[in-house]
């Protein structure tokens, strides 16, 4: 089942959650929404659930208006990020929740919900722990609990808030995985909500990315990543270091150097900022071109198949990052103290952002 | 002195010292009174003492209208306590604060109040009168004083679960599609149970010992509305204190019983919340 | 320099239980007007009655009830015994509280439940348990009469009652909070160089200060009020072994009900000022919780 927002706008007293957000999410796909703490993604996602209402706009679902459907009725499934179990109810008695409390007329009889519920289990693969209560399990099984008990009524929208926030990382991969292949078996349509960019970029069809309570920009993983949209989304996403200038005519001068500003050939005397990814960066024993900066490392830290570097530039007064692999660390025979020469491969410039700080 | 474990806090001996010596004089020696006086009895003395058919009466009177008044507290004070954490309205915090009247004011002024509120001709009394419900000099009256006196009891062990209760836990239950009064009954209640049933106690205890705030709604009547305490001084009086004393031992063991149970309680609840 | 955080008052504010999954307005309403009325029904009521009843003779008679000799010295004892009482009560609620609190020992939760046992017994118990020590038939009543010591029907039993009641209530509230705060702070001074006194004075007081009052205000409110175990041991002698309620008991059993009722309000009176004094009690309390817990950023300190 599809979901349609328009225009939603949310305000909790003089704060804007939600500033005329608008968005789509196609039946059957995974969906992220991703941004920091305050960007308005919870806020989005319980209003879907229609845990909290909508100060403007319209909730549709399939085409049909939900707005002022009550909670109950909305047929969504919530997982909630401190997975909100019935403590005092066994795992059986959790995922069969759903099921009991339906009026009389449509519940199902108990050998049905019993075999809704084992088979749940099994999906879930946490079969043999039916009996335990919530405090006997392990955080990462009581995410799964949780899953089950949303699942279980059969929903048409699936929604997680911050599913994995309260687990650590080796079980939040996990999980992550998990979640994906449940999500081909099972095929809802879900959305789920988190502030971390790996796991959004990993598991969803498509990633929204939120700032300030607007949506920043929606697309598959790799056209986030690749095409940022904007300057918040490139920066949010990977590691990057800004540099701020004046764009004219196709390049842009940062005060001791100047990099080609692809896009921008008619620009006259423009403020801009210029993104560099931290890997798109060459490192050599002289300057290949007009782009190329001097600096001295500073920092080496060399774990893993990146090594990391701290450079700080000999004109400038700062400091810049750059990722390179092992082989080309250890050709380059990079060290502490040593000068070289930095060279970006892959500039983004954008107009200077006028009512954020850069 | 004796340690445990070593400590580098001083005044262990000191403390523990004072606070021996003045449990054993102030809380034991007196208390072993009762215990030595009733083994003056013989059992044929004490157990005639106790099932005198006034006492039995009076155990009736005391232990039935305790239980009822514990239970409509029980009832009231999750409602007032239910009111107290989850709605607003105007004056909210001087009524929270209200609900602990009955523990700062006197027994006796709560007892000569409620009696005049009662009585035939008084502010409530009136209106019962034609209706042939009489609560002066009953067993009625007896409850509606204990009723008074075990309230904040109940709303005050449950408040604390009830603002604990994750909101969270009433919303899922709401997105699996309950109403609103199965996810009272069998999400919110379930919960609150224990705290329901340790402040049913709490209030049951206090309500058996009671004495001020009953002696005047009640008239005394032997083998009517006679309550224990009134019949433990009516023998001290008489200078029975063999027979005072068995009857008080009832008492007290009853009450130890109850407060090894609600500390049970307590402890249980303690560790199902740390699971 | 002690630094001053940014003040920020607890809130005592119901949880937000949102309109979508709350009850209607029609079931809130509806219960917390059941509510109120059966607050005033059983509360508010009696409290009313208690001021109509005393100046049902009109205000001289109020003020002659109260002025009265025999009230002035029940007063006068009800004070007095008070006054012993309570410090009694703070020194064991102190020192009971230092050594479960701070150390570990066998029989700890043994100690406990004994503290507690005063809670449990009725107060004519609590009065009948002295009589049968210092009464004329009691242990020491042979002794106590050769050596013309007069404890029960006389002051004297009358604050061992009132001592043993009331025993529980200091105690009861310190051992958890000082169970809370756990033993480091005091580590810290012992290992600074501070001396035993010095640390509880400086360390463990400041911590326990408002616990402290709470179980003050507590205990002396049991103790000026209490009736069952001071009406068994004081023989009811006016003017001499009348605290305030016993006096209230006299002048409503003689059928002086104005006066009877006048003497009650000013003990609601007193009832009134325990509870403000415990609500302000408890609000600083939670201010001084919400502080510690919070984290506070640097930019917002300001130094003292």
Not at chain 3, 136 to 149: A, I, K, T
Request: net charge neutral; glycine share 8%.
């Amino acid at each position: 089942m599809s979901i349609q927002v328009r225009n939603l706008r949310k305000a909790f007293g003089d704060f804007v959650a939600l500033d005329d957000v608008s968005l789509d999410v196609p039946g059957g796909e995974l969906v992220a929404l991703l941004g920091p703490s305050g960007s308005g993604k919870t806020t989005l996602l319980r209003i879907i659930a229609g845990l909290e209402p909508a100060d403007q706009g319209t909730i549709l679902f399939h085409g049909e208006d939900a707005t002022t459907q009550p909670v109950r009725e909305r047929q969504v499934g919530f997982v909630f990020q401190h997975y909100a179990l019935f403590r005092h109810m066994s795992v059986f008695e959790n995922i069969a929740f759903g099921l009991r409390v339906r009026p009389r007329a449509v519940r199902p009889s108990e050998e049905e919900i019993r075999d809704t519920v084992m088979g749940l289990l099994k999906l879930v693969q946490l079969d043999v722990l039916a009996r335990r209560r919530p405090s006997e399990l392990s955080g990462g099984q009581r995410q799964r609990v949780a899953l089950a008990r949303a699942l279980a009524v059969k929903p048409k929208v699936l929604l997680l808030d911050e599913p994995f926030g309260a687990l650590d990382a080796k079980v939040r991969k996990e999980l992550r995985r998990w979640l994906r292949r449940l999500h081909e078996e099972v095929h809802v349509t879900s959305v789920f909500v988190t502030h971390d960019q790996e796991e959004a970029l990993e598991v969803s069809d498509r990633v929204v990315i939120m700032n300030e309570g607007k949506v920043e920009q929606s697309g598959t993983p790799e056209e986030v990543y690749d095409r940022p949209a904007t300057p918040f989304v490139y920066g949010f996403l990977g590691d990057v270091n800004l540099f701020h200038g004046r764009i004219h005519r196709g390049r842009v001068d940062i005060g001791n150097g100047e990099f080609d500003a692809p896009g921008w050939a008619d620009a006259t005397d423009q403020a801009g900022v210029a993104y560099v990814r931290t890997y798109d960066v060459e490192l050599g024993p002289a300057p290949s071109g007009p782009s190329s900066l001097a600096a001295v490392v500073r920092h080496v830290r060399a774990f893993g198949p990146m090594v990391r570097l701290e450079l700080d530039l000999v004109e400038g007064g700062r400091s810049i990052e750059a990722h390179v692999s092992r082989e080309r660390f250890d050709a380059a025979a990079l060290a502490k103290g040593r000068q070289v020469y930095v060279s970006p491969t892959n500039v983004r410039v954008f107009a200077q952002p006028t009512d954020r700080a850069g | 002195m004796r340690r445990t474990s070593r400590s580098v806090l001083p005044g262990f001996g000191l403390s523990l010292g004072i606070t021996c010596t003045y449990l054993s004089l102030m809380v034991l020696l007196p208390l072993a009174t009762v215990f030595t006086r009733s083994a003056d009895l013989s059992w044929a003395d004490f157990w005639g003492t106790i099932s005198n058919p006034r006492v039995v009466a009076s155990y009736r009177v005391t232990f039935g209208a305790s239980f009822v008044a514990a239970l409509v507290n029980t009832v009231f004070g999750l409602l007032v306590a239910w009111v107290l954490v989850r709605y607003r309205f105007p004056g909210r915090r001087i009524v929270d604060a209200m609900v602990d009247l009955p523990f700062a004011l006197p027994t006796a002024v709560a007892g000569i109040a409620l009696t005049t509120l009662y009585t035939p001709n008084g502010w409530v009394g009136q209106y019962l009168e034609p209706f042939g419900i009489k609560v002066s000099y009953t067993w009625l009256g007896i409850t509606v004083a204990l009723v008074f006196i075990g309230l904040p009891f109940v709303v005050r062990t449950v408040q604390p679960v009830l603002d604990d209760l994750e909101v969270e836990v009433e919303e899922a239950a709401a997105s699996l599609g309950a109403r609103r009064s199965q996810t009272f009954l069998r999400v919110v209640l379930p919960t609150v149970a224990p705290a329901l049933l340790t402040g049913f106690a709490l209030a049951f205890a206090r309500a058996i010992g009671e004495y001020g705030s009953v002696v005047f709604i009640s008239g005394n009547m032997p083998m009517k509305t006679e309550i224990v305490p009134l019949l433990i001084i009516t023998k001290l009086e008489q200078y029975d204190y063999a027979g005072a004393t068995a009857v008080a031992l009832v008492m007290l063991l009853v009450s130890f019983v109850l407060l090894l149970t609600i500390n049970l309680l307590q402890w249980a609840a303690r560790r199902r919340v740390e699971a | 320099m002690a630094t001053v955080a940014v003040p920020r008052p607890a809130t005592t504010a119901p949880r937000a239980i949102t309109r979508a999954t709350g009850e209607s307005p029609a079931v809130r309403w509806t219960l917390t007007a059941i509510a109120l009325a059966f607050l005033a029904f059983t509360l508010v009521l009696p409290l009313v009655l208690v001021f109509h009843e005393a100046l049902s003779k009109g205000i001289e008679a109020y003020l002659a009830a109260i002025r009265e000799p025999d009230a002035l010295s029940a007063a006068k004892l009800t004070l007095l015994i008070a006054s012993i009482a309570v410090p009694i009560n703070l020194v064991f609620g102190i020192s009971a509280a230092w050594c479960i609190a701070k150390f570990e020992f066998r029989g700890k939760n043994l100690l406990i439940t004994l503290i507690d046992l005063p809670f449990a017994v009725s107060p004519v118990i609590s009065g009948m348990i002295f009589v049968l020590l210092f009464g004329m038939h009691g242990w020491f009543g042979g002794w106590l009469f050769d050596h013309d010591v007069k404890i029960i029907f006389a002051v004297p039993g009358m604050v061992l009652a009132t001592t043993f009641i009331t025993s529980p209530f200091i105690a009861r509230e310190l051992i958890p909070l000082m169970q809370e705060q756990g033993t480091e702070e005091e580590e810290a001074a012992i290992v600074l160089g501070a001396g035993g006194w010095q640390t509880f004075w400086r360390v463990t007081l400041p911590n326990i200060k408002w616990g402290l009052l709470y179980g003050l205000i507590l205990c002396n409110a049991r103790a000026m009020g209490e009736f069952g175990a001071v009406s068994v041991v004081s023989g009811h002698i006016r003017g001499e072994t009348n605290t305030l309620p016993l006096h209230v008991e006299i002048l409503y059993n003689e059928y002086a009900f104005a006066a009877s009722f006048a003497v009650a309000s000013v003990l609601t009176l007193l009832a009134f000022v325990t509870l403000a004094l415990k609500t302000l009690v408890e609000w600083q309390q939670r201010r001084a919780e919400a502080e510690d817990t919070e984290d506070v950023p640097p930019a917002e300190r300001i130094a003292a």
